[in-house]
């Protein structure tokens, strides 16, 4: 069983659509939880960076974490074509962890 | 300012030909990454470096696999005898080794061993 699991979709919704994509993981130590958005042909870029649970906001994203439940999500609101890419979720246990856990990724797709 | 570059950013090699890649992290930067992203896969970590401390090398799949960072900057990520299974997308990060820990990804170098 993978740490990290993430559906690798692919996931596709109209313009303007509220989109929640998700991970579960295995390992209570996670104490950090990140969303990297990675362009076609291009590296991965953070989004979102969160610790413990709670919610995060940041302009039309939202990032949550529920430990209890070994479940993180990201909401994107009012989704746009640009946000079109694939998703990775990531998680490490402390700060100074050097290795983080990435999920496989989710590809989504904003018709217009 | 410069993010972190990579090169080449292709590369096609034959069965167990040797390969090096090359990763400059940005100016300053303590901390640095090489991971393996596979067709439809997630990132694999391979190894981290930390300022003048060991690496990190849980993650090298094979003993056909090294890196090493000069001077504390740039990185070469080499890879022996090179296998079919090696083809992936290999991605160097930096970090400026804070508690905050963001990484900062190159775009990578997409490896295929025929």
Same mark, same amino acid.
């Given at each position: 069983?993978?740490?990290?699991?993430?559906?690798?979709?692919?996931?596709?919704?109209?313009?303007?659509?509220?989109?929640?994509?998700?991970?579960?993981?295995?390992?209570?130590?996670?104490?950090?939880?990140?969303?990297?958005?990675? =362009?076609?042909?291009?590296?991965?870029?953070?989004?979102?960076?969160?610790?413990?649970?709670?919610?995060?906001?940041?302009?039309?994203?939202?990032?949550?974490?529920?430990?209890?439940?070994? =479940? +993180?999500?990201?909401? +994107?609101?009012?989704?746009?074509?640009?946000?079109?890419?694939?998703?990775?979720?990531?998680?490490?246990?402390?700060?100074?962890?050097?290795?983080?856990?990435?999920?496989?990724?989710?590809?989504?797709?904003?018709?217009? | 300012?410069?993010?972190?570059?990579?090169?080449?950013?292709?590369?096609?090699?034959?069965?167990?030909?040797?390969?090096?890649?090359?990763?400059?992290?940005?100016?300053?930067?303590?901390?640095?990454?090489?991971?393996?992203?596979?067709?439809?896969?997630?990132?694999?970590?391979? +190894?981290?470096?930390?300022?003048?401390?060991?690496?990190?090398?849980?993650?090298?799949?094979?003993?056909?696999?090294?890196?090493?960072?000069?001077?504390?900057?740039?990185?070469?990520?080499? +890879?022996?005898?090179?296998?079919?299974?090696?083809?992936?997308?290999?991605?160097?990060?930096?970090?400026?080794?804070?508690?905050?820990?963001?990484?900062?990804?190159?775009?990578?170098?997409?490896?295929?061993?025929?």
């Amino acid at each position: 069983q993978k740490e990290v699991e993430q559906d690798p979709g692919p996931l596709s919704v109209p313009e303007g659509a509220i989109v929640s994509l998700n991970c579960t993981y295995s390992n209570s130590a996670f104490q950090y939880f990140m969303w990297y958005r990675q =362009y076609s042909r291009k590296g991965p870029e953070l989004l979102m960076y969160t610790y413990s649970s709670g919610n995060k906001e940041d302009g039309r994203f939202t990032a949550q974490v529920d430990k209890s439940s070994k =479940y +993180i999500s990201l909401f +994107i609101r009012d989704s746009q074509p640009s946000d079109s890419a694939t998703y990775l979720c990531a998680m490490r246990r402390h700060s100074s962890a050097s290795k983080i856990i990435f999920g496989s990724g989710t590809r989504l797709s904003i018709r217009p | 300012g410069a993010g972190v570059s990579q090169s080449p950013s292709n590369k096609v090699t034959e069965k167990g030909k040797d390969v090096e890649l090359r990763c400059d992290p940005i100016s300053g930067h303590t901390a640095l990454y090489w991971y393996r992203q596979s067709l439809g896969q997630g990132l694999e970590f391979l +190894i981290y470096f930390q300022g003048n401390s060991a690496p990190d090398k849980s993650g090298l799949p094979s003993d056909r696999f090294s890196a090493e960072r000069t001077g504390g900057s740039v990185s070469t990520l080499t +890879i022996q005898r090179t296998q079919q299974e090696d083809s992936a997308v290999y991605l160097c990060a930096s970090s400026k080794g804070d508690t905050q820990e963001t990484q900062y990804f190159g775009p990578g170098t997409r490896l295929l061993v025929l």
